[in-house]
């Protein structure tokens, strides 16, 4: 079946500019998760979505980058006014539901990522 | 102190020959813990949880050490497949909030 995908898979951008990401996670997976990482860093988790609620905001790097779902499938995680550290491969995971207190444990399904430059 | 450390190396391994490898975290209070693994510029894949009283799956054994907030991971009887990254994730609740902690990960090189 068919997986997670992520558009664009390449994005090559000013600084300055806005740029808008977009992760379509596996049908009927309730929770969506977005990712980041940067060259020789680890995977950083930025924000997760339960439904269309991200109801912890605090991983997003700054006030620059925001992200929202709609009818509990699409999500789009917009940075404004890029700057070069932005650079990284965003990656966007699913997993079919948040299981109770352990919000993680369920399997989650990576897309391929999408890779930003900020020149 | 990050929250998630793993030495990067890069391990070479022999083909057939036995590779572990450890990862500490730093949150006592950390509830889950998993190794994923990824191929070279690819996205993680889950390899397998880690339980208490240890799992294995295969050619693969991964532990927890609750008292030396560690996990490892042991491959067995490696293949040339086996080059990957080996992820090391741990779920913690921080302030109330959940999330996922992801270290650096381990490099595994399989030679022939």
């Known amino acids: 079946g068919a997986g997670v995908s992520q558009s664009p898979s390449n994005k090559v951008t000013e600084k300055g500019k806005d740029v808008e990401l977009r992760c379509d996670p596996i049908s009927g997976h309730t929770a969506l998760y977005w990712y980041r990482q940067s060259l020789g860093q680890g995977l950083e988790f930025l924000i997760y979505f339960q439904g269309n609620s991200a109801p912890d905001k605090s991983g997003l790097p700054s006030d620059r980058f925001s992200a929202e779902r709609t009818g509990g499938s699409v999500s789009t995680l917009t940075i404004q006014r890029t700057q070069q550290e932005d650079s990284a491969v965003y990656l966007c995971?699913?997993?079919?539901?948040?299981?109770?207190?352990?919000?993680?444990?369920?399997?989650?399904?990576f897309g391929p990522g999408t890779r930003l430059t900020v020149l | 102190r990050k929250e998630v450390e793993q030495d990067p190396g890069p391990f070479n391994v022999p083909e057939g020959a036995t590779v572990a490898f450890n990862c500490t975290y730093s949150?006592?209070?950390?509830?889950?813990f998993f190794w994923y693994r990824q191929d070279c510029r690819k996205e993680p894949k889950l390899l397998m949880s880690v339980y208490s009283s240890g799992n294995e799956d295969g050619r693969f054994t991964a532990q927890l050490n609750r008292a030396s907030q560690y996990i490892s991971l042991l491959i067995r009887d490696s293949k040339l497949s086996d080059s990957a990254t080996y992820l090391c994730v741990v779920l913690s609740t921080l302030r109330g909030n959940n999330r996922l902690a992801f270290g650096k990960g381990n490099q595994v090189v399989v030679i022939p």
């Open positions: 949150n006592s209070a950390s509830q889950s």
């Open positions: 995971a699913s997993s079919l539901e948040l299981a109770g207190d352990f919000l993680f444990t369920d399997t989650q399904y």
